[in-house]
T-cell receptor, first 111, second 114 residues
Framework: DAGVIQSPRHEVTEMGQEVTLRCKPISGHNSLFWYRQTMMRGLELLIYFNNNVPIDDSGMPEDRFSAKMPNASFSTLKIQPSEPRDSAVYFC?????????FGEGSWLTVV | AQSVTQLDSHVSVSEGTPVLLRCNYSSSYSPSLFWYVQHPNKGLQLLLKYTSAATLVKGINGFEAEFKKSETSFHLTKPSAHMSDAAEYFCVVSVATGGFKTIFGAGTRLFVKA
């Protein structure tokens, strides 16, 4: 199995631009998570889907962030407009039962 | 409510000596417990998991952890540290509560000296 696949791996964008991060979960997993990791705040859960339905989005920082899961094999996390404080590593993870498997992350820098 | 406490933010060992990373948890339900490792600029990799079977769990790279309900602990150990073990380690508790809730510890940074 290829594992959780994220793209892009690295993105540098200017403040105000739209950023879209993509995730392909492990086939057969019914849960999908988006996390953000920074030095200051550590690992934060942004949103959690179960069977493509958002279950808990209480970690989404504000209206500039949105996430979708149109089917079982694809999810996006969008930031519009982006700000320098959004610079972080964004991890997608998928789960089966109660075990979560992480992707390699998308390193976002907003300048 | 569920919580996870990693008792050390940093641990430093010499190569070839034992590793002990400490984790205490609190859970109102029967928890599943995990350890993940994150090497620099990498994602989190599952090291091992406890899901109410054997209390001593063996993982990858020679790591193991013991679930002690009476002490609400799930400490991670390795008999002999290797330079490649230098990384950040996360203890995680997960409970099924009509969905499932996963709580990450703050992480322990392991340094290995030559």
């Amino acid at each position: 199995d290829a594992g959780v696949i994220q793209s892009p791996r690295h993105e540098v964008t200017e403040m105000g631009q739209e950023v879209t991060l993509r995730c392909k979960p492990i086939s057969g997993h019914n849960s999908l998570f988006w996390y953000r990791q920074t030095m200051m705040r550590g690992l934060e859960l942004l949103i959690y889907f179960n069977n493509n339905v958002p279950i808990d989005d209480s970690g989404m920082p504000e209206d500039r962030f949105s996430a979708k899961m149109p089917n079982a094999s694809f999810s996006t996390l969008k930031i519009q407009p982006s700000e320098p404080r959004d610079s972080a590593v964004y991890f997608c993870a998928s789960g089966s039962g109660n075990t979560i498997y992480f992707g390699e992350g998308s390193w976002l820098t907003v300048v | 409510a569920q919580s996870v406490t990693q008792l050390d933010s940093h641990v430093s060992v010499s190569e070839g000596t034992p590793v002990l990373l400490r984790c205490n948890y609190s859970s109102s339900y029967s928890p599943s417990l995990f350890w993940y490792v994150q090497h620099p600029n990498k994602g989190l990799q599952l090291l091992l998991k406890y899901t109410s079977a054997a209390t001593l769990v063996k993982g990858i790279n020679g790591f193991e952890a013991e679930f002690k309900k009476s002490e609400t602990s799930f400490h991670l150990t390795k008999p002999s540290a290797h330079m490649s073990d230098a990384a950040e380690y996360f203890c995680v508790v997960s409970v099924a509560t009509g969905g499932f809730k996963t709580i990450f510890g703050a992480g322990t940074r392991l340094f290995v000296k030559a």
